[in-house]
C-alpha cells in the first residue's frame, strides 16, 4: 500500500540556518511526490512538486526537496529559514487507484518553528 | 485569479441540526477532493470525484455524511445529523488530472464547522 511517513512532527530552527524536514514514502508504483504548506487558519498551497522529471525539484519561497529513489526518500529543504516560513508542512503521495484515477495521501505534518 | 472558493467559512451549529458545506471547484478541473482536518487525525480524505462522479468514499462516515456533485460547477458536502465530533475544518481541493498526469490539487481556505 502506498503511505507517507514524515520522520519528525517539530522542528525548530534559528532564522536564516537550513531546514530540512524529512519525508519517506512508499509506493507499489512510480510515485507523484508533493510538498504543501499551511499557514495558520490558512489552506493549503503547493509548494513543489515532482513527477519522475528532474529528481531535484525547485518550488516557490527558496526550498528544494531531492527525489532519491534508492531511499524512498523526498526530504524538504532550505538553505536559509525566514520568520515567514513558520507553518505546518506537509509531504504527500498520490496513490493510484485503478484506472484514470489518483488520490493524493497526506503525511502527518511537521510544525516548522523559526527562532528569531 | 483561480482558485477553490468553499462557503460558509465559519459554521457554529448545534448537534442534530443538518450541515451543507458547498465548494466551487476551479473552472475546468475534473477532480474534487473532500478531507476533514483535526488536531487528532491530521487531514484525512473523506471523498473524492473524477468528472463529477464519485470514486472513492471509503473515508466517510456514511451513516451521516454525503457527498455530491450536481453540476460540475458545485461539489456539496452534507452532515445529517452533526455531532459534537464531527466539528473539524473541511478541505475542498480540485485538480486536472489524466492516466499520465498526477497533477496537484488546488485547495480552498476550508470551512471549519464547530458542533456545540
Known amino acids: 500500500a502506498q503511505s507517507v511517513t514524515q520522520l519528525d512532527s517539530h522542528v525548530s530552527v534559528s532564522e536564516g540556518t537550513p531546514v530540512l524536514l524529512r519525508c519517506n514514502y512508499s509506493s507499489s508504483y512510480s510515485p507523484s511526490l508533493f510538498w504543501y504548506v499551511q499557514h495558520p487558519n490558512k489552506g493549503l498551497q503547493l509548494l513543489l512538486k515532482?513527477?519522475?522529471?528532474?529528481?531535484l525539484v525547485k518550488g516557490i519561497n527558496g526550498f528544494e526537496a531531492e527525489f532519491k529513489k534508492s531511499e524512498t526518500s523526498f526530504h524538504l529543504t532550505k538553505p536559509s529559514a525566514h520568520m515567514s516560513d513558520a507553518a505546518e508542512y506537509f509531504c504527500?503521495?498520490?496513490?493510484?487507484?485503478?484506472?484514470?484515477?489518483?488520490?493524493?495521501?497526506f503525511g502527518t505534518g511537521t510544525l516548522l518553528a523559526v527562532q528569531p | 485569479d483561480a482558485r477553490v472558493t468553499q462557503t460558509p467559512r465559519h459554521k457554529v451549529t448545534e448537534m442534530g441540526q443538518e450541515v451543507t458545506m458547498r465548494c466551487q471547484p476551479i473552472?475546468?478541473?475534473?477532480?474534487v477532493f473532500w478531507y476533514r482536518q483535526t488536531m487528532m487525525q491530521g487531514l484525512e480524505l473523506l471523498a473524492y470525484f473524477r468528472n463529477r462522479a464519485p470514486l472513492d468514499d471509503s473515508g466517510m462516515p456514511k451513516d451521516r455524511f454525503s457527498a455530491e456533485m450536481p453540476d460540475a460547477t458545485l461539489a456539496t458536502l452534507k452532515i445529517q445529523p452533526s455531532e459534537p465530533r464531527d466539528s473539524a475544518v473541511y478541505f475542498c481541493a480540485s485538480g486536472l488530472q489524466s492516466v499520465m498526469d498526477y497533477s496537484e490539487a488546488f485547495f480552498g481556505q476550508g470551512t471549519r464547522l464547530t458542533v456545540v
Open positions: 515532482y513527477t519522475s522529471a528532474a529528481t
Open positions: 473552472l475546468g478541473h475534473n477532480t
Open positions: 504527500v503521495v498520490s496513490v493510484y487507484h485503478g484506472g484514470a484515477t489518483n488520490k493524493l495521501i
